[in-house]
C-alpha cells in the first residue's frame, strides 16, 4: 500500500519538477490526472473504524476429519467503509476444505457482511484470538489495519479403533463386581476350588461326586469372584522414540491405541487413569465412567510428543500415580533401554503389558516398493539388523514376564491384542506369574 | 470485467506513445514503448500484477520524454490517464479474493459443487465493489483528462511577486499533503 502512493507521489513530483525546470506547461499538465487519482483517494481516506465481529462454528468438540462451519459477521456501527478486506488466519494444522478465510466487501453504516467456509483438522486443540480488517478507500491507497477480537477454540479428538474386551489379570482387583477373575472364592462363574460344607452355604453348589466318595462330609463348590480392577495407561509421548513419516506419525497411531484401551476398559467397568510422559508429564487420574471417558479423550486431544533431557528414560515415571499391584499398560514403541524399567515395574508387583507398535514397519513403509522388500540391499539388510534388535528387545522383556503386543499399525490392534492372549500359556495369560 | 479493461488500457496507451513517437520518427523510443508496454501486457494477461508500477513508471516517463522531444501533448494527456487506469486496474484485480491471488475455492467438478447461496452471494459483492470502483475511476479519469486538457490551453502572465505568491502557496500546497500523507502512515503502522 504505501509503495504504490510512494510510487505515485514520486511520479507527481518528477513531473512538478521537470516541467518547471523544463519550462513546459505541458508537462505540468501530465500532472493534473495525478494529482486528482490522489485528491479522491485522499478525500475518501477511511476515518475511524468501529466494527463489531462474531463468530460461531458449528461445532467445537469434533473428531478428526469432520467438518466445521465457521460463520463471521462483520457489523459496521462506525463511518461507512468502501473496502473492507477480511482475512481470518487459521491456525497451524487446519485445512480450509471450502469457501474462503479472505473477504472483500463494502459495508455502509449499519450494515453487516457475512461469510463462511469450513475447515477440518486433525487431532489436537487449536486456538485463534483475532481476525484482520483492513478498510481502505476504493483505489486502495489509504488504508486503516485492525485487528478485531474473535477468538476461536476447537478441540479435535481422536478416532477410536473398535475393540472388544482386553482380558486382563492385575494381582489385585476392587471391591465391585466386574469381569477380572479376582483369585477369591465367592459368587462367579468359573469354578476356584473346593471345601468342606459349612452352614449357610447354598444346596445346589454341594459337590455331589466328592461327597459321594465321603459318605460322612460334604463339600462345597466354590466359584471365582470377578471384580473390576485399576488399570494405568502410559502413553509414550518422548520425541525420541516416536517416528514421523511425512504427514504421518507413529504416535498418532499410539494415541488411537490408548483411547481404545481406556474405552475398552472403561466398558468393563474398571477403574482407568492416564500418564503421558513425554515432554511433560500429563496425567488423568483414575475414574470410572463416560465422565472419566471424556476426560480422557480431552487429554488425549491435546497431548503432543515432547522432548525433554530429564524424561529421555522411562526411569521417572511416576509409579505411585498407579495403586500397588494394578495393571499397567504401556503404549510405547519400546527402545533398548526401557526394558530395566519395565522389570522394575513387575518387581514391584505391577501386572504390565506394553501395546508396542512396530516403529520399523512404520519407517519401512516408506522405502516399500509396492508392499513387497525394501528399497536396495543396504536398507534390506539395516531391516533385517533392526529387525533383529527389535526382536531381542521384546524377548527380554517377555521373560521379565511382561505381555508384549508387537502392533504393526496398519493391522487391528485387536487382532494384535487377541494373538498375543491366546498365544501366551495359561500362566502368562492369567498374569500370575510374579 | 477487470480484466478486460486493463488489457485495453495497457494496449491503447502503449500502440498511442508508440504512434506518436513514430509519426515522429523516434523509432528507437517507439521500439521502447512497445517493449515496455508489451512486458507489462504479457505479465498482466499471465496474471502477474508484479509489473504494474514498473509499467506505469516507464509509459509516464516516456510520454514526458516524448513531450521534451516530440511536439504532441494532447495525446500525452491520453496515454497517461489510460497508464493510470491500467495500474489502478491492475492493483484492483490484485486485491480482489479469488482472482489473482486463488485463495478461493473449490472448482466445479460436478452439479453438486455448484455455487452455494454464500459463494454467490460473494461474487455479487464482488460485482458490486467493481461496479463502484470503475464508475469512480472513470470519473477521475475524464475531471483529469479534461482539467490537463483545459490547463494546455490556459496561458495567464504573472508577475514576479505573483509567481513568488503562487510558488508559496504550492509549496505549503505540497507541504500540507506530505504532511496529510506521512499522518496517515503513521497511524497505518499503529
Sequence with gaps: MKKHLLLLVVLLFSLLLIGLLSLRGEILALAFPLIIYLGVALWFSPENIELVIRREMSHQWVSSGEPITVHLTVHNVGAPVEELALLDPLPPGVRLIEGSTIALASLPTGDKHEMAYTICAPRGEYSATHTAVTAMETFGLFSRDVRLDAPMSLRVKPTAISMKSVPIRPPQTRGFSGPIPSRQGGSGVDFFLVREYQSGDPEHHINWRIAARHPRELYTNIYQMERVADVGLILDARSHVNIRSGSDSLFEHSVKAALSLSDAFLNDGNRVGLLVYGGVIRSVFPGYGKIQRERILKMLAQVSIGHNYALESLGYLPTRFFPARSQIVLISPLSMEDVPVLVQLRARGYAVMVICPDPLHFEAQMLTQDGGSVRNWQADHAYRLARIERGFVLQKARRAGVQVVDWRVDESLAHAVQKVMLGQPVRCRLGDGI | ?190
Design chain 2, 1 to 190: 470485467m477487470t480484466r478486460p479493461v486493463l488489457l485495453i488500457c495497457i494496449s491503447l496507451c502503449t500502440l498511442l506513445l508508440a504512434g506518436v513517437f513514430a509519426v515522429t520518427s523516434l523509432w528507437l523510443l517507439a521500439a521502447t514503448s512497445l517493449a515496455v508496454g508489451a512486458g507489462w501486457f504479457l505479465l498482466e494477461w499471465r496474471g502477474q500484477g508484479s509489473a504494474a508500477d514498473a509499467g506505469m513508471a516507464g509509459i509516464i516517463l516516456l510520454s514526458v520524454v516524448q513531450i521534451v522531444f516530440g511536439s504532441s501533448s494532447l495525446p500525452m494527456v491520453l496515454v497517461v490517464v489510460l497508464a493510470l487506469s491500467a495500474w489502478d486496474l491492475s492493483r484492483f484485480r490484485q486485491r480482489m479474493p479469488g482472482s489473482v491471488s486463488g485463495y478461493t475455492v473449490k472448482r466445479c467438478s460436478s452439479y453438486k459443487d455448484m455455487p452455494t447461496k454464500p459463494e454467490s452471494d460473494r461474487e455479487e459483492t464482488h460485482r458490486s465493489i467493481e461496479r463502484k470502483h470503475l464508475r469512480r475511476l472513470l470519473i477521475v479519469d475524464v475531471v483529469g483528462m479534461i482539467s490537463a486538457i483545459l490547463s494546455m490551453g490556459f496561458q495567464f502572465h504573472l508577475g514576479f511577486y505573483l509567481i513568488l505568491l503562487v510558488g508559496g502557496l504550492a509549496l505549503l500546497a505540497i507541504y500540507r499533503m506530505l504532511i496529510s500523507i506521512a499522518g496517515f502512515v503513521r497511524q497505518e503502522d499503529g
